[in-house]
């Protein structure tokens, strides 16, 4: 075998918590176990058909060659325009570029702006990627914590805090994953107050949820003038569309990173799909407001959430709060730590995860790797007879320890 075959880079590396624990499920669900998967992040709806005939068309039409790097000039103009209509926001073309799902939007922005040392200030809990895809980026992911008592949300003097001669960027994610927060107006306006007095702080603006939110308002850091031309926006069709597996992603940048990005796209991948572009820009020439798919989606996910919090709450031990969108629930199960069930001691959350994936047969996603290790994190996108069985399930197995 080769002598130091892996690159420090991806040796210090994570697996993604949220992969590995989607797959570890797969397979026991393969070898005949009756797992419940609560684990991944994704819509379970389908992709609506007008946007599959799209994708359909586009095969038939040979929309088969090499896209241009920053996307299709089709799709390119629909986030335009849905930047307009949804957000308000103008944006030429050429500061849109598309990319393999937001995943990748995010990392093309890290690789583009990051040099070793420098800071990116992230709320905690925060999705599993971030620091990942900073560490890698040579960057340092500097955390603030938020608690369920202050609603998973960070203060203004949280932020201007951590704020160093080294930060380059803060990134910020509403509605979030692993928490379901949503800021209001007058809490992103607050940051925005912050923000404005660092003029060399970039702001990276995760709107992948921003269709999953059950208290109406998306409100984005580009609408603030004052910050618009270091704000970076980041959203995809993956959640708010049902269209996960089409991995298509995008940013709105100013017009330097969006070259940078470009060039780095350019290297890498040469773009994304151009079957997938077709599909995603049919998506989003739909407007939300008059999409049924959206509020059927919507409508069940808002049940599911009350569902599984009332369900919860009658758990003792576990606290939970209410999300204002996405489609997880972050509950604090610390209360449960130091027991044991038999010899196996539940020290941690991925104790926990692990017990309940066995005990249980309900997989989750620990909360250590989001940054807290008190809370687990249940994904609701999945049937209401999943959910009560789950739960069922699991108040069994926390009663089981002592
Ligand atoms: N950001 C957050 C917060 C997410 O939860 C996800 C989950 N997939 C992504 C970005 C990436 O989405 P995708 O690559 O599927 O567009
Ligand atoms: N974002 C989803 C999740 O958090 C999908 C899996 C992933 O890409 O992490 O589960």
Not at 110 to 124: A, H, K, R, T, Y
Not at 343 to 356: A, E, G, P, V
Request: proline share 5%.
């Amino acid at each position: 075998m080769v002598k130091n075959l892996l690159s420090d880079r991806v040796l210090k590396m994570s697996v993604s918590a949220t992969l590995k624990m989607t797959e570890m499920s797969r397979e026991l669900k393969e070898k005949g176990i009756d797992i419940i998967p609560l684990s991944i992040g994704e819509p379970d709806f389908n992709t609506p058909e007008n946007v599959k005939e799209a994708a359909k068309l586009a095969i038939d039409n040979n929309l088969t060659h090499y896209p241009p790097v920053p996307g299709l000039p089709v799709l390119r103009e629909a986030i335009c325009k849905k930047l307009k209509r949804d957000n308000n926001l103008d944006y030429n073309v050429n500061q849109i570029v598309v990319s393999t799902g937001a995943k990748h939007s995010l990392a093309n922005i890290f690789m583009s702006i990051l040099n070793d040392g420098d800071e990116v200030i992230v709320p905690s809990p925060y999705w599993v990627s971030y620091p990942e895809m900073i560490q890698l980026a040579g960057g340092k992911m500097i955390s603030i914590p938020t608690t369920i008592d202050d609603g998973f949300k960070m203060s203004p003097e949280q932020l201007e805090k951590a704020i160093t001669n080294n930060t380059k960027a803060f990134l910020f994610n509403s509605p979030s994953n692993p928490t379901g927060a949503v800021y209001t107006f007058e809490e992103i306006n607050n940051l925005a107050k912050v923000l404005e007095k660092y003029p060399d702080i970039l702001i990276i603006t995760d709107e992948i949820y921003e269709l999953i939110n059950f208290e109406g308002g998306h409100f984005s850091f580009a609408s603030f003038e004052s910050l618009k031309d270091r704000v970076v926006l980041i959203n995809g069709v993956s959640k708010g569309f049902a269209m996960t597996g089409w991995r298509i992603g995008y940013m709105a940048a100013p017009l330097e990173i969006a070259k940078a990005c470009t060039k780095l796209q350019g290297q890498f991948t040469s773009g994304a799909s151009t079957i997938s572009q077709a599909a995603a820009a049919e998506a989003i020439s739909t407007n939300p407001e008059g999409s049924e798919e959206l509020k059927t989606m919507l409508s069940q996910f808002k049940k599911r959430r009350d569902l599984l919090v009332d369900l919860l709450r009658e758990i003792p031990g576990v606290t939970t709060n209410v999300p204002g969108g996405a489609f997880y629930l972050f509950p604090d199960v610390s209360s449960y730590f130091g027991k044991s069930f038999g010899d196996r001691l539940i020290k941690d959350s991925s104790d926990m995860c692990l017990y309940l994936l066995e005990e249980a047969h309900v997989a989750l996603v620990a909360g250590d790797a989001f940054g807290s290790p008190e809370c687990i994190r249940i994904s609701y996108a999945t049937s209401i007879d999943n959910i009560k069985e789950a739960v069922i399930r699991i108040k069994n197995s926390l009663e089981k320890l002592k």
